[in-house]
């Protein structure tokens, strides 16, 4: 069996009527209609507009509900850095993976001060003078996903005319784009990274004063042929590692959010939900899914292929999770349960299972 290195997978949400993540107002002197996100496809030859929720978006659902599922504490925004006139043109996190698992789980940035390596020229034109130049820190993000993107042949456009109505006068008009479609997305967490910190020279993961808070938490390894960086991993990083993956699946598994929840009422937990664990980084599970009937079908063959290509790399079986009655060929789908290799069950059951079968933190779990 593989070593479980890297949880991937992918999910669908139902976007039927829904308004997720806005683009502003229309062009030109449609100034009065709101419009959603949407890119450009080339369909047989003509462009498609296609509706879709920015990586940026769905990443803070995620990091919401992850947070509220798990009463972790969130790592709140924070001003670090100030103008000539005084408005905040540098924000982060707390910047703390130790005492923050969204930290961990999505990583951060904080380039430092007045340091001109780290800053643009308009930065450094714009950057209040500051006494001390602060510390860079970066964390890329252990979890990475996609955007999510309508589903072709499950993706139409529509305009929400209204009025607000006056007392006195004419009513005035607006208009609203929304869309209804299915929105799939695919991700990949790099979970051996959770609870390790590299400090490469100028790439530094935990800043200077995080190491010397948390001393007594963290073991220390040199890196590199000279010995010259560090590894600094938590003492009970394994434990760690679980809980942190785990409470990302139940969010997963309860993602809430979106824009427009007044109008439109958007349930956006997966109504179809991949999970997998993989010795290697690959997100496989991408563009599964299509809509040539009325409901989205799971693109069988290639999940079976998938699953072929990669059987030396699988470090978990496949979990497939489908809220009953969503997908086209949803008894093609459960015939693929095995008990061994595919398991198949609601989204919720199937990330209960895979925390249960792999990252079992607590015996009631």
């Known amino acids: 069996m593989a070593t479980l290195n890297n949880i991937t997978g992918a999910l669908v949400i139902d976007g039927t009527a829904a308004f997720l993540n806005g683009a502003g107002l229309g062009a030109g002197e449609d100034r009065n209609k709101v419009v959603p996100k949407v890119f450009e496809e080339m369909i047989n030859g003509r462009r498609e507009k296609v509706p879709y929720v920015s990586a940026q978006a769905w990443r803070r659902w995620l990091r919401n509900t992850s947070n509220e599922e798990n009463s972790w504490t969130p790592s709140d925004l924070q001003a670090i850095g100030v103008s ?216 069988i063959k290639a999940l079976q292929q998938i699953m072929d290509d990669y059987r030396n790399k699988l470090a978990t079986p496949v979990y497939i999770g489908i809220r009953e009655g969503y997908l086209q060929n949803e008894a093609d789908v459960k015939a693929l349960a095995d008990g061994t290799n595919v398991v198949v069950g609601s989204p919720i059951s199937v990330a209960q299972s895979f925390i249960k079968a792999h990252l079992i933190t607590t015996p009631n779990e």
């Open 84 to 299: 000539k006139k005084g408005t905040t043109n540098k924000i982060s996190t707390l910047l703390d993976p130790i005492a923050y698992p969204e930290d961990d789980l999505f990583g951060y940035m904080r380039s430092g001060g007045n340091d001109k390596s780290a800053a643009s020229d308009e930065d450094e034109e714009d950057e209040a003078p500051t006494k001390t130049k602060a510390e860079s820190v970066q964390r890329t993000s252990p979890f990475k996903c996609s955007i999510l993107k309508g589903i072709r042949g499950k993706r139409v456009l529509n305009v929400d005319e209204g009025f607000v109505h006056l007392k006195e006068n004419t009513p005035l008009p607006y208009s609203t784009q929304f869309y209804a479609a299915h929105l799939e997305g695919f991700f990949n967490l790099e979970y051996y990274r959770l609870g390790q910190f590299d400090n490469l020279g100028s790439k530094q993961e935990l800043a200077s004063e995080t190491v010397k808070q948390y001393a007594d938490h963290l073991t220390g390894q040199p890196l590199g042929s000279k010995g010259t960086f560090r590894r600094f991993t938590l003492k009970d990083a394994e434990q760690s590692r679980k809980e942190r993956a785990a409470g990302l699946l139940r969010g997963l598994a309860f993602l809430r959010g979106g824009a427009k929840q007044a109008a439109f009422g958007t349930d956006v937990s997966p109504k179809v939900l991949i999970l997998a664990g993989l010795e290697c980084a690959n997100p496989v599970f991408n563009n599964l899914f299509e809509g040539s009937g009325e409901m989205p079908s799971l693109k």
